[in-house]
């Protein structure tokens, strides 16, 4: 599925569970309502951020980005913060 750029948000949602090995998805806002778990295709699907926060969250709040760190390194770290602290 392609992601619909123009929308005002796009949000990251992850199949059956918030877990290194689920299926990301990416969906716009506006088939969402931003709802933390929707169901997609017979999936739940849980949301983990919109890819802003997402970035944000690397560049600046968890001060992952050009620290050396691999990408499954950034991962492990956004699905504890999505866990634990937000």
């Given at each position: ?50 890819l ?9 709040d ?14 492990i770290?956004?699905l ?6 937000a």
């Open positions: 599925m392609n992601a619909n750029t123009a929308s005002e948000t796009l949000l990251i949602y992850m199949k059956h569970s918030l877990d290194l090995e689920s299926e990301v998805i990416i969906l716009p806002i506006e088939w969402t309502e931003d709802d933390l778990v929707i169901e997609k295709d017979g999936a739940v699907c849980y949301q983990l951020f919109s802003d926060t997402t970035v944000e969250l690397i560049e600046f968890l001060d992952l980005r050009n620290k050396g760190y691999s990408d499954l390194e950034i991962a770290r956004l504890e913060y999505r866990l634990n602290d």
